[in-house]
C-alpha cells in the first residue's frame, strides 16, 4: 500500500487526525492516507462521493477499507479497540456534547453498528446539496443512537457479531466489484 500511495503522490504514506476517545482524550487516529496533500485545506472534513480531493488509490484504499487498517496502531496503543462507536472529530463532539459523555466511557472502535449502516457514507454526503449540513443533521445523531445501542447491547457476542458482519461486507463489496 505504501509503495502505491507514494508512486501517485507526494507526501506521507499515513493520514494522521486528532480524534476524541474514551474519556475526551484527543488521540491521533492512523489511516493510510487517501487524499491529496493539504486535501483538509481543501474542502470540509468529510469526504463525499467523488470528491476531487481522493486520489485513485485512496480510492480503492476506502472502497475495501484498507485505509483503516493503520489503526491497528491505535488498538496496540490501547487507544482504540476493534470493536466501539467510531471516534469523532473534536467539532463533532462539541456540538453533541452530552451525547459523547455517555459514548466516551469506552473506547472508540475500528468497526461499530454505525460502521455497518454506514458502509458508504461518502456516497450518501454525495448525493446530496449540503453534504456537512447531512452528515450532522442527519447521519451524525443516527450514529449517536446506534454507538447508545452498542452501549446497552454490549457483549461478546455482539461484538463478535460486529466483526463478523464487517469482514462479511468486505467480502461482498470485494466480490461485487468483479
Same mark, same amino acid.
Given at each position: 500500500?505504501?509503495? *502505491?500511495?507514494?508512486?501517485?503522490? *507526494?507526501?506521507?504514506?499515513? %493520514?494522521?487526525?486528532?480524534?476524541?476517545?474514551?474519556?475526551?482524550?484527543?488521540?491521533?487516529?492512523?489511516?493510510?492516507?487517501?487524499?491529496?496533500?493539504?486535501?483538509?485545506?481543501?474542502?470540509?472534513? $468529510? #469526504?463525499?462521493?467523488? !470528491?476531487?480531493? /481522493?486520489?485513485?488509490?485512496?480510492?480503492? *484504499?476506502?472502497?475495501?477499507? $484498507?485505509?483503516?487498517?493503520?489503526?491497528? %496502531?491505535?488498538?496496540?496503543?490501547?487507544?482504540?479497540?476493534?470493536?466501539?462507536?467510531?471516534?469523532?472529530?473534536?467539532?463533532?463532539?462539541?456540538? %453533541?456534547?452530552?451525547?459523547? +459523555? +455517555? $459514548? *466516551?466511557?469506552?473506547?472508540?472502535?475500528?468497526? !461499530?453498528?454505525?460502521?455497518?449502516?454506514?458502509? !458508504?457514507?461518502?456516497? /450518501?454526503?454525495?448525493? #446530496?446539496?449540503?453534504?456537512?449540513?447531512?452528515?450532522?443533521?442527519?447521519?451524525?445523531?443516527?450514529?449517536?443512537?446506534?454507538?447508545?445501542?452498542?452501549?446497552?447491547?454490549?457483549?461478546? /457476542?455482539?461484538?463478535?457479531?460486529? /466483526?463478523?458482519?464487517?469482514? $462479511?461486507?468486505?467480502?461482498?463489496?470485494?466480490?461485487?466489484?468483479?
Amino acid at each position: 500500500m505504501a509503495i *502505491l500511495i507514494k508512486l501517485e503522490s *507526494l507526501g506521507p504514506v499515513f %493520514f494522521i487526525q486528532k480524534r476524541i476517545g474514551k474519556n475526551f482524550k484527543p488521540f491521533d487516529l492512523y489511516k493510510f492516507r487517501s487524499m491529496v496533500m493539504g486535501a483538509t485545506k481543501m474542502g470540509p472534513p $468529510i #469526504t463525499m462521493g467523488n !470528491d476531487t480531493r /481522493i486520489t485513485k488509490t485512496g480510492g480503492f *484504499l476506502r472502497k475495501a477499507k $484498507i485505509d483503516e487498517l493503520p489503526q491497528l %496502531f491505535n488498538v496496540l496503543k490501547g487507544e482504540m479497540s476493534f470493536v466501539g462507536p467510531r471516534p469523532e472529530l473534536l467539532q463533532y463532539v462539541e456540538k %453533541f456534547q452530552k451525547d459523547y +459523555e +455517555e $459514548i *466516551l466511557m469506552i473506547k472508540p472502535g475500528i468497526t !461499530d453498528l454505525a460502521s455497518l449502516k454506514y458502509r !458508504d457514507e461518502a456516497s /450518501i454526503l454525495g448525493g #446530496t446539496k449540503e453534504p456537512e449540513k447531512e452528515y450532522v443533521c442527519r447521519i451524525l445523531p443516527e450514529k449517536i443512537r446506534l454507538a447508545k445501542e452498542y452501549l446497552k447491547r454490549s457483549s461478546l /457476542i455482539l461484538d463478535l457479531s460486529i /466483526i463478523f458482519k464487517t469482514l $462479511i461486507k468486505l467480502v461482498i463489496n470485494k466480490t461485487n466489484r468483479h
